[in-house]
């Protein structure tokens, strides 16, 4: 006899049971209809109740088996409103469960909700849609609560920490009138693309507890629905969901357009509503059964599966469709298949226009995973095999910026660790064509030096920079190597990503991983903010740059040829000439020169007259430029950006 695991892989029971009509349940004016995929169950009861929590159900009702394990339920009752879950019994053990294709939820998800969608739509919604696509991408990482947490950030408190925060256009530093904090302050800092972290409902917060409780949310309970935690009433199923639109709605209406963080490798815990409705489908197992753990957080979802890839594209359209989320940014993507990760980029592209929706992802996972032998992951190893508009984290520019993410004291090259011509030259061409099976194009690579992970820039630096550890400090050193940090980043070739704070020195007070860390270890400081003001501008000007500098955007299997010289004189210095022709430039040729030298250096230029674009002390002096020939003089740790006519 074939065990469980056998059955599921086999072709026969894909064959025999992969069913996609629309799961879920759908109300209307014509009645309700309930569809539950269980092709395990010997019975399913559908359960409604008035209330999300407490309370007995109001009825109980048996779902119909129908053919390839659809259980359904049809009645003429307009059900909008109602919660309800199920219980499915399989192998004669019977299991209560929400609905996995729930769209809305009662307080911490326990029960599902039949929702009618359309009342959930803020007004103006049918009209709202993204900015153009942007020239460049340039994403902006936040955390909800980190966001307006601060009580400096000048958003009333009943609204700090929620999705209604997302939408204040007129927020100031203490509500002085003056200095921009939040939306207000995003949106003139030349960044394209808001990346929210999870906003799907997670389980790690209560919803209905502290409200200073924090969590990043990498610890998914319903897919389809929004963290209740977010909104001003976690226990009304439909305020969630429109206060999530009415924020995207308003980061639209702002110029800004919106990814999603999504977790679809793993779930909060094994003992999830996949779980419970189908045992074991949707996850991978060990040889002995137990449950493969290549996430770190206990469990692996099998995305080879069948009807766990439909799954997951669908909830990835879903979003896509009923919120209006411009791009997906994967969480653990080297976990799942590269068959699903190109079919979601086909079907994303085939309804919206191909690359109008972002795909991002990390090439990792946490530890081996146990996939059907066979299946080909979304990992490092096999980023060529993905689609060329599959992006992916680049950990090796941001290694050798600011030093390797393992080691504590280990430096980049900003912070002293060096620099070598064949890495600076790899770091330029977002490593097109440095690695075998790696990166094709630029369009694959996302360059970052922080994100909600590990050390934030500014801590790292510290770590490596003071020995006394001054975090809150602000160092003058510090800062020219945050900048040079910068510099570099936003002169290389690929998708560019900061963590939101990146460009006001941001502490986490040296803790590395604040997933669980206090809302005041991770609120963004907004105060801080002003103080480093002057670094704020640099990025300010070192992206405003970046969109007249068409050698840099190019996103081609050709741009590479772009790179026409790289000279490394000392290990703590380095320059490349780029071919910069293309549409909205003057300037033909670009050189770009990075000194991580303790002293000033001079370099000898190319021939003929160069534009200072950008230098030590200001990335806005492409506005009035000074001219140079011959040579330039880099001031200590700092970079200079060349333009020629
Ligand atoms: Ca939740």
């Given amino acids: 006899m074939l065990s469980m695991k056998e059955r599921f892989d086999s072709p026969a029971f894909q064959e025999a049971y992969h069913c996609d009509v629309p799961l879920g349940a759908f109300c209307g004016a014509r009645g309700t209809v309930f569809r539950l995929w269980v092709p395990t169950a010997q019975d399913v009861i559908l359960r409604l109740y008035r209330e999300g929590t407490g309370g007995g159900p109001m009825e109980q009702i048996p779902l119909r088996p129908e053919k390839r394990g659809l259980w359904t339920y049809i009645t003429e009752k307009d059900l909008d409103g109602v919660y309800y879950d199920y219980l499915v019994t399989v192998d004669g053990e019977t299991r209560s469960t929400a609905d996995p294709y729930a769209r809305a939820c009662g ?30 991408t340039v994403i902006y990482e936040i955390h909800v609560k980190d966001f307006s947490w601060d009580p400096a950030s000048g958003v009333p408190e009943a609204y700090r920490g929620k999705f209604k925060a997302l939408c204040l256009e007129d927020t100031t530093l203490n509500g002085d009138g003056k200095h921009p904090t939040c939306l207000s302050y995003v949106k003139g800092l030349g960044v394209t693309h808001v990346q929210l972290m999870p906003v799907f409902d997670y389980g790690s917060v209560d919803e209905g507890g502290d409200p200073a409780a924090f969590n990043w949310g990498y610890d998914p309970v319903n897919y389809n629905v929004p963290e209740g935690s977010y909104a001003t009433d976690p226990r009304d199923g439909a305020v969630r969901i429109r206060e999530l639109k009415e924020a995207v709605q308003a980061l639209h209406s702002n110029g800004l357009r919106v990814i999603m963080d999504v977790v679809y490798n793993h779930t909060y815990r094994l003992d999830s509503w996949l779980w419970r409705t189908v045992p074991w489908y949707y996850y991978r197992q060990k040889p002995d059964g137990t449950p493969s753990d290549g996430s770190g957080c206990g469990n ?11 799954y997951i594209l669908d909830s990835v359209l879903y979003w896509a469709e009923e919120y209006h989320i411009d791009g997906f940014r994967f969480d653990l993507m080297g976990l799942m298949d590269v068959p699903l990760m190109d079919r979601i980029r086909r079907e994303l592209d085939r309804r919206w226009g191909r690359g109008e929706k972002l795909i991002l992802g990390e090439l990792w996972s946490a530890a081996e995973t146990n996939a059907v032998p066979g299946t080909v992951l979304a990992d490092k190893g096999h980023l060529a095999n993905l689609d060329v508009q599959v992006s992916a984290f680049c950990d090796d520019t941001r290694d050798a910026v600011k030093g390797d993410l393992w080691s504590e004291d280990a430096a980049g090259f900003v912070n002293g660790g060096g620099l070598d011509a064949e890495r600076l030259a790899c770091c330029v061409k977002g490593w097109a064509g440095c690695t075998e099976g790696g990166v094709r194009a630029p369009s694959q690579t996302v360059n970052y030096l922080s994100c909600h992970d590990d050390w934030t820039l500014w801590d790292r630096l510290v770590m490596t920079g003071d020995l006394e550890r001054r975090f809150q400090l602000c160092q003058p050193e510090l800062l020219r190597q945050n900048r040079l940090a910068a510099a570099v980043n936003f002169t290389c070739q690929g998708h560019l990503f900061f963590l939101s704070g990146e460009e006001f020195a941001r502490t986490k007070g040296g803790v590395k991983n604040t997933y669980a860390s206090p809302a005041e270890v991770n609120r963004l400081d907004w105060s801080r903010a002003w103080e480093n003001r002057e670094l704020v501008e640099y990025y300010r000007g070192l992206l405003a740059l970046r969109m007249r500098l068409p050698g840099l955007r190019d996103k081609t299997p050709e741009a590479a040829k772009r790179l026409l010289a790289v000279t490394v004189p000392a290990e703590d210095c380095g320059a490349v000439l780029v071919d910069n022709r293309g549409e909205g430039s003057p300037w033909k040729r670009l050189f770009m020169a990075y000194s991580a030298a303790k002293e000033g250096v001079s370099l000898p230029l190319p021939r003929g007259d160069w534009e200072i674009l950008a230098d030590a002390r200001s990335s806005f002096a492409w506005r009035e430029p000074c001219v140079v020939r011959d040579a330039a003089v880099l001031e200590p740790v700092s970079a200079l950006i060349l333009g020629q006519r």
């Fill in 107 to 136: 307080l911490n998800g326990e029960r599902s909700m039949i929702i009618d969608l359309s009342r959930t739509d803020p007004a103006g919604w049918p009209e709202d849609h993204a900015p153009p696509l942007p020239p460049e």
């Fill in 300 to 310: 692996d979802l099998a995305t080879e599966r069948s009807m766990c890839a439909q």
